[in-house]
C-alpha cells in the first residue's frame, strides 16, 4: 500500500502517527512525509528541518517532502489545497492520515479541511491526534505495541523541541496507553494509535478500497513552485542507518547540543 502522512509542523506526523508508519515501512508499505512548514515559529527552520530528514530516515520513509509555507500562517486557500492536491497525487495513496478538523492549533485545523478537499479522488483518509489536541473522538485504533519503544526513539529525533510538554516520553507513551485502555481491544495490547475517519470506502471484501488514480489537471501543477520543495529519500538512507545504527546518529545530535 502506499501511506501519505500529512503534517503542519515538523513532529506532528510522528507524534500523531509514528508508531503506524515505522510498522508500516517495516512490513514494506510504502510511506510518504508531507510537512507543511519548517517550524519556523517554534525553533531554527534548518535544524527543524534536519529532524525531519532523520526522521524519515528513521521511518524508512520513500519520500519526504518539506514545502516552505509559513509556521501559524497557514489558513485554507488555494495554493494550500493546490499543494496537499499535488502531493496526493504523486503518491497515490491507499490511506491519507492527516490533522483532526477540530483539532487546538490552527494550522492543524486549516490543514484537515485543506486535505478533505484536496482528496476528494482518494478513498480513504484517517485524522490523527497529537497529545494536545482536544475534541477527538477516535474510531480506529492501530495497534503499535510492538514498535511503541520505536516511537518514542523517533519522537527524540526531535531535539530543539525536548522542551515541549507534548513531546515528553510520558505524554507520548500515556496517550498510547490511554487509547488502548479506551478501544477495549485486547488486554495484551500496550500501545494504540488512534484515528477519525474522516472518509472511508470499503471494497466487495471490506478492505479499504483504492479506484485507479485520475490525472492531475495541468492547473494544478501548475501552481506549486516545486524549486521551494526539499525532497528526499528515506528509504535509501535507512539502509545506512541500518549498518551504523540509529544511535549513532542520535549521539552526534546530543555532541552537536553540547551534551
Ligand atoms: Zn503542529
Known amino acids: 500500500m502506499n501511506i501519505l502522512s500529512i503534517g503542519a509542523h515538523p513532529d506532528d506526523i510522528e507524534l500523531g502517527c509514528g508508531g503506524t508508519l515505522i510498522k508500516a515501512a517495516r512490513e514494506g508499505h510504502n510511506v510518504f512525509m508531507y510537512v507543511l512548514t519548517r517550524g519556523g515559529a517554534s525553533g531554527d527552520p534548518v535544524e527543524r528541518t534536519h529532524e525531519l530528514i532523520t526522521s524519515a530516515n528513521f521511518v524508512g520513509a520513500e519520500k519526504l517532502w518539506v514545502d516552505n509555507f509559513e509556521d501559524t500562517k497557514i489558513t485554507v486557500s488555494n495554493k494550500l489545497i493546490n499543494h496537499l492536491e499535488y502531493f496526493i497525487h504523486k503518491s497515490n495513496p491507499d490511506i491519507i492520515f492527516t490533522h483532526s478538523a477540530q483539532d487546538y492549533h490552527h494550522d492543524h485545523r486549516a490543514i484537515a479541511e485543506a486535505t478533505m478537499e484536496a482528496s476528494r479522488f482518494s478513498q480513504n483518509v484517517l485524522a490523527y491526534e497529537v497529545p494536545i489536541t482536544k475534541t477527538f473522538n477516535p474510531q480506529v485504533y492501530y495497534d503499535i505495541s510492538d514498535v511503541m519503544e520505536d516511537k518514542l526513539e523517533l519522537i527524540k529525533v526531535f531535539w530543539s523541541q525536548r522542551n515541549k510538554l507534548f513531546t515528553r516520553t510520558n505524554a507520548v507513551k500515556g496517550l498510547a496507553e490511554y487509547r488502548t485502555f479506551q478501544s477495549r481491544l485486547n488486554t495484551q495490547l500496550t500501545a494504540v494509535e488512534s484515528f477519525e475517519v474522516a472518509k472511508m470506502c470499503l ?14 489537471p495541468e492547473t494544478i501543477s501548475r501552481n506549486v513552485e516545486l524549486d ?6 528515506g528509504k535509501e ?7 551504523n545504527g540509529l544511535g549513532m546518529q542520535y549521539d552526534s545530535l546530543l555532541h552537536r547540543h553540547g551534551e
Open 228 to 233: 521551494d520543495i526539499i525532497e528526499h529519500s
Open 237 to 243: 538512507a535507512k539502509q545506512t542507518i541500518a549498518e
Open 203 to 216: 471494497g466487495k471484501d471490506f478492505e479499504p478500497v483504492k479506484l485507479p488514480q485520475q490525472p492531475l
